[in-house]
C-alpha cells in the first residue's frame, strides 16, 4: 500500500509563497504520473501541476508562471513551489499518485491560505 505524506501548507499574505513537499512511501519512479489538486471550499478538486515519469510537466492556467512542479527521485518527494499566491489560492491542497498498473492513491491533503 502506498502512502503520501503533504506537508508545507499554512497561512501567508497575498503576493507570499510556500513550497509543498509530498513525500511518497516507495520510490517514485513507480509511478506514471505524480500531481497536486486542490479543493476549495464548495468547489470541485480541480488539477493544480502534473509531473509525469519522463518528467514532463502540466499546470492549470491559473497558476502558469506562479507555481512550479519538482521532484526529487532520492527522497521519493515531489514539490509544489507556489509565488506569487492569490487569495483564489486558498484550498486543500491533496498529493496524487497513478502507479503503473493504474492505481490511484491520494494524501490527505494540507491546507493553504492566503490572505489579502
Known amino acids: 500500500q502506498v502512502q503520501l505524506v503533504e506537508s508545507g501548507g499554512g497561512l501567508v499574505q497575498a503576493g507570499g509563497s510556500l513550497r509543498l513537499s509530498c513525500t511518497a512511501s516507495?520510490?517514485?519512479?513507480?509511478?506514471?504520473?505524480m500531481g497536486w489538486y486542490r479543493q476549495a471550499p464548495g468547489s470541485q478538486r480541480d488539477m493544480v501541476a502534473t509531473i509525469t515519469k519522463v518528467g514532463g510537466v502540466n499546470y492549470v492556467d491559473s497558476v502558469k508562471g506562479r507555481f512550479t512542479v519538482s521532484r526529487d527521485v532520492a527522497d521519493n518527494t515531489v514539490y509544489l513551489q507556489m509565488n506569487s499566491l492569490k487569495p483564489e489560492d486558498t484550498a486543500v491542497y491533496s498529493c496524487?499518485?497513478?502507479?503503473?498498473?493504474?492505481?490511484?492513491?491520494w494524501g490527505r491533503g494540507t491546507q493553504v491560505t492566503v490572505s489579502s
Open positions: 496524487h499518485a497513478v502507479t503503473m498498473n493504474w492505481s490511484t492513491y
Open positions: 516507495s520510490n517514485i519512479f513507480n509511478f506514471r504520473i
